[in-house]
């Protein structure tokens, strides 16, 4: 999987991930995403995730993501989704992740 991370401002990350986010790969881009968040100077208030090129999500990837939005929750951040496709939004509606994650 390859994954870039990109600071917008001061307080904006965008990460951009292409590929399926497995077991395997999810691991790795929950670790990437964090250590930049804990490692950053200055904190991070709002992730911004690009699915725009993500193909699948398992439910390990699923875990990844509702540990990230709790991490961005206890430090008032936020986290929005972008660029979903329509069978990756089925799967964050049917576990109710579309209840409290903006999904753009």
Known sequence: ME????????????VYAKGRLDLDSAVEYG?????????????IKELVLDFSEI??????GLKVILELYKK??????????????????????????NKFLALD
Do not use: A, H, P, W
Not at 3 to 14: A, C, E, P, V, Y
Not at 31 to 43: A, C, H, L, P
Not at 55 to 60: A, D, P, Q, V
């Open 31 to 43: 670790q990437k995403i964090t250590d930049f968040i804990y490692d950053s100077d200055e904190e």
């Open 55 to 60: 193909t699948f999500i398992s439910s390990y």
């Open 3 to 14: 994954i870039n991370l990109n600071r917008t401002g001061i307080f904006t990350l965008n």
């Open 72 to 97: 961005m929750k206890e430090t008032e951040g936020s986290l929005k989704i972008k660029g979903v496709s329509e069978e990756i939004k089925k799967s964050f509606n049917l576990v109710g992740f």
